[in-house]
C-alpha cells in the first residue's frame, strides 16, 4: 500500500547545510505515491540547485515571486491550495523565527500564511541556535498554532559541534510525512462512484432530466481523493470541473451510466451510486425533433434499469452506497430502499424547497443494518469529507 498515493505534498527548503538531504526525501515521498513541488528559499538555491530538485519530483521549483506566477499574480494562493500539506525540511532558524512573526516577504513564508491546511517544520540548525531561548520560543508559539514539529534529531553537526539540531533523517521524515494526514482511511481502495442528473432523450433536442448539480458527488469524489482512494467518477453532464487526480468517464443517459458502471464495478472495492438516475425514460424517443401539433400529445415512459441494486447483486459486489432524495418519511424510505436493494450504507437526505439538489450546503443521515448517523447541514464539501469517513469505517470492518 503506498502511503502517500494522490498526497500532495508541497515541501519547502530553506537555507541549512541540511537542504542536500532533502533530495533524498523528495524520492522517497515519490515513492510512497506522493505527489511533490519544491519551493526553495534563495538562500536555499545557494545550497543547492533548484535542478536536482526538479529531476527527482518531476516538476519545476519555485523560488522567486515570478515562478509560481500563473499571468494573474495569484499563483501563490494557487500553490497554497493545491497542497495537501506543506513541510519545511530543513527549517533554517531564520525562517521559524518569519514563520512565527508572519512575515510574508518570500515566496515560502507567504505560501504559508496564505494555507489554511497542514504545516509542518523540520528544524534544523547549530545546537546552540536550537537552545537559543528566541529559538525556543518560536516554536513553542507555532506548535501552539498547530504546526507540527518534526524532530530535530541529536548527533554530529556540520560546524564540528555534537548536540540537538540536526534535521531528522529523509528516512524518518518520509516515515513522519503520512501521519501528518488524517484521513488515510481509503489508501489503496479503488472507489467507482457516479455523479450529477442523467438526460432522457424525448427527441433530438429535448431530454427529461432532474434537478441535481452533481456537487455532493464531485465534493465526494475529492474527500475520497484525499482519503487515498484511486477515484473512478463516472458523471452525467455538469457544470463542474473534474476533480485532478479523478479518472472520469462522461455519460448522459441512465442507459449510458449502466453500461459505464457496469464495465468498470467489477475493478472496484467500494461503490457510490449519488447520480440521481431517472427511474423512467421516453419509451420512443424520436431521432428528428418533435412538431408542435395542434392536440396535446402522451409521452410514454418506460422503466430503466436499477444501476445500484445491479451493483449490490453482483456475486463479487464492491461495499455499495446508495443515495435517497426524499421529500417526506426520509428514514422510512431510506431504511425500506437499504433493505431492497442489498446496500451496505445508504446516505439520505431531504429535499425540496431550497434542499439537497443544486444548493452549496446540505445535511444528511447515513444509515446502515444496526445504526445510523446524523450529519449536521454543513458545506457540500466538508459534508463528503464526514461521509467518506463513516464509508471507510464501515468498508474496513467489512473486508
Ligand atoms: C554554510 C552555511 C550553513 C548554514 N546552515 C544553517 C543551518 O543549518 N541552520 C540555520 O538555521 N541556518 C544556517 N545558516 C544560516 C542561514 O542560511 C541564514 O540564516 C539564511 O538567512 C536563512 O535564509 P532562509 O531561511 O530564507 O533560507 C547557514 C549559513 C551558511 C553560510
Redesign the pocket.
Known amino acids: 500500500m503506498l502511503e502517500l498515493a494522490n498526497k500532495r505534498v508541497l515541501l519547502g527548503v530553506?537555507?541549512?547545510?541540511?537542504a542536500y538531504k532533502s533530495a533524498e526525501l523528495v524520492r522517497l515521498l515519490c515513492k510512497q505515491g506522493a505527489q511533490v513541488r519544491v519551493v526553495m528559499?534563495?538562500?536555499?538555491t545557494e545550497?543547492i540547485q533548484p535542478l536536482t530538485f526538479q529531476a527527482l519530483s518531476g516538476n519545476v521549483v519555485y523560488s522567486a515571486w515570478d515562478d509560481a506566477d500563473r499571468g494573474d499574480g495569484m499563483g501563490h494562493i494557487e500553490l497554497a491550495r493545491w497542497a495537501d500539506v506543506i513541510v519545511i525540511a530543513?527549517a533554517?532558524?531564520?525562517?521559524l523565527a518569519?514563520l512565527r512573526q508572519g512575515m510574508a516577504g518570500?515566496l515560502l513564508t507567504t505560501l504559508c500564511l496564505a494555507s489554511d491546511g497542514t504545516i509542518a517544520v523540520a528544524p534544523?540548525?547549530?545546537r546552540l541556535?536550537w537552545e537559543n531561548a528566541a529559538t525556543k520560543e518560536n516554536l513553542a508559539v507555532l506548535k501552539q498554532r498547530g504546526i507540527h514539529i518534526l524532530g530535530p534529531g541529536t548527533g554530529g553537526q556540520?560546524c564540528g559541534e555534537v548536540g540537538l539540531g540536526r534535521m531528522l533523517e529523509p528516512e524518518q521524515l518520509a516515515r513522519d510525512i503520512p501521519t501528518l494526514f488524517s484521513t488515510g482511511i481509503l489508501s489503496g481502495t479503488k472507489l467507482l462512484l457516479t455523479a450529477g442528473p442523467t438526460r432522457e432523450p424525448i427527441d433530438a433536442m429535448r431530454f427529461l432530466s432532474n434537478r441535481s448539480s452533481g456537487k455532493m458527488g464531485y465534493a465526494l469524489a475529492q474527500a475520497a481523493i484525499e482519503a487515498g482512494a484511486d477515484v473512478t467518477l463516472i458523471s452525467g453532464p455538469v457544470a463542474l470541473p473534474s476533480p485532478s487526480r479523478a479518472k472520469r468517464l462522461n455519460v448522459n443517459s441512465a442507459d449510458e451510466m449502466y453500461d459505464a458502471v457496469m464495465s468498470e464495478v467489477a475493478a472496484n472495492d467500494v461503490f457510490i451510486s449519488a447520480a440521481a438516475v431517472a427511474d423512467y425514460r421516453p419509451a420512443n424517443p424520436s431521432k428528428e425533433k418533435v412538431k408542435r401539433k395542434d392536440d396535446n400529445v402522451d409521452l410514454a415512459l418506460t422503466q430503466n434499469r436499477d444501476i445500484v441494486a445491479s451493483v449490490a447483486a453482483l456475486p463479487n459486489k464492491p461495499f455499495t452506497v446508495g443515495f435517497a432524495a426524499e421529500t417526506s418519511d426520509v428514514e422510512v424510505h431510506a431504511r425500506g430502499k437499504l433493505e431492497r436493494k442489498g446496500l451496505d450504507l445508504i446516505a439520505a437526505n431531504q429535499v425540496g424547497e431550497g434542499q439537497g439538489a443544486e444548493v452549496d450546503d446540505n445535511a444528511m443521515t447515513m444509515y446502515w443494518a444496526d445504526g445510523s448517523q446524523h450529519l449536521e447541514k454543513t458545506t457540500k464539501n466538508k459534508l463528503a469529507r464526514q461521509m467518506v469517513a463513516i464509508i471507510g469505517e464501515h468498508y474496513r470492518a467489512e473486508s
Open positions: 530553506s537555507g541549512s547545510i541540511a528559499t534563495a538562500t536555499a545550497f530543513p533554517s532558524a531564520d525562517f518569519r518570500d534544523a540548525m547549530n541556535m556540520a
